[in-house]
C-alpha cells in the first residue's frame, strides 16, 4: 500500500517557538495532502488541505498565519506552527490521496505528537 | 455542519464474536466511505473502503452501506483481541475525510 512518512515523530518546544512538520509520501506523488489535528479523546479534525504549487486551503476557524503549509513538490508537504502555545499541543497527522479523481482513499502518516510548554 | 455520528462504547465483545460497529452522516451527496482502525498514540489505518450500497467483504470485516439511511456499519467477524481499538468511520468531505468521534472496541479473551 501506498506510504506517507512525518518527521519529526514527537516535539517538545517552549512557548513562543515556531516547529516545522514534514510530511512526505514515499512511494506515490501527490498533488493534495491533508493536515489534520488530534486533540485527546476527540476524532481527527481536517485542518487545511494543501495544493501543490498553489496556496492551501484552510478550514473555518483555524488560522492560516498561524499554521503555515507549504506544499513545495509533489512528495513534500510541511506544516508549521509559528509562535506555538500550549494550546497548540496536540496530534498533528498528515495524509495523502495516491488515487485519480474520485478515488479518495486516503493514507496516512504516522502523526506528530506536540508538546509546547 | 455535515455530521458523521458514532456510538462512542466501549462496544465489548467477547473473544470469537461478531462485532458490529454503525455511523450514520448527515450529508446526502456523500459519495466515499471509509472505515478506518486506530490504536491507541497511532495514526489511523484504513481497513476499508465502500461506495456502492451494499455488502464489501474482506477478510473478517464486512463493510455495510445503506446511503437511503445515510448509514454504515462495519462486522468484524471472530473478533480477536488486537482488534481492540478506536474505529473511526469516515466520509468524503470534498477530497478531505470528515471523520466521526469513533467507537472503542474491547474485545475480551
Known amino acids: 500500500g501506498a506510504v506517507v512518512s512525518q518527521h519529526p515523530s514527537w516535539v517538545i518546544c517552549k512557548s513562543g517557538t515556531s516547529v516545522k512538520i514534514e510530511c512526505r509520501s514515499l512511494?506515490?506523488?501527490?498533488?493534495?495532502m491533508f493536515w489534520y489535528r488530534q486533540f485527546p479523546k476527540q476524532s481527527l479534525m481536517l485542518m487545511a488541505t494543501?495544493?501543490?504549487?498553489?496556496?492551501?486551503?484552510?478550514e473555518q476557524g483555524v488560522e492560516k498565519d498561524k499554521f503555515l503549509i507549504n506544499h513545495a513538490s509533489l512528495t513534500l508537504s510541511t506544516l508549521t506552527v509559528t509562535s506555538a502555545h500550549p494550546e497548540d499541543s496536540s496530534f498533528y497527522i498528515c495524509?495523502?490521496?495516491?488515487?485519480?479523481?474520485?478515488?479518495?482513499?486516503?493514507?496516512f502518516g504516522p502523526g506528530t505528537r506536540l508538546l509546547v510548554l | 455542519q455535515k455530521e458523521v455520528e458514532q456510538n462512542s462504547g466501549p462496544l465489548s465483545v467477547p473473544e470469537g464474536a461478531i462485532a458490529s460497529l454503525n455511523c450514520t452522516y448527515s450529508?446526502?451527496?456523500?459519495?466515499?466511505f471509509f472505515w478506518y482502525r486506530q490504536y491507541s498514540g497511532k495514526s489511523p489505518e484504513l481497513i476499508m473502503s465502500?461506495?456502492?450500497?451494499g455488502d464489501k467483504e474482506d477478510g473478517r470485516f464486512t463493510a455495510q452501506l445503506n446511503k437511503a439511511s445515510q448509514y454504515v456499519s462495519l462486522l468484524i467477524r471472530d473478533s480477536q483481541p488486537s482488534d481492540s481499538a478506536t474505529y473511526l468511520c469516515?466520509?468524503?468531505?470534498?477530497?478531505?475525510?470528515?471523520f466521526g468521534k469513533g467507537t472503542s472496541l474491547l474485545v475480551t479473551p
Open positions: 465502500i461506495y456502492s450500497n
Open positions: 450529508d446526502r451527496g456523500s459519495q466515499s
Open positions: 495524509s495523502a490521496n495516491p488515487g485519480a479523481s474520485g478515488q479518495e482513499t486516503q493514507y
Open positions: 469516515a466520509v468524503n468531505l470534498r477530497r478531505a475525510l470528515n
Open positions: 494543501s495544493n501543490e504549487g498553489s496556496k492551501a486551503t484552510y
Open positions: 512511494d506515490f506523488q501527490a498533488t493534495t
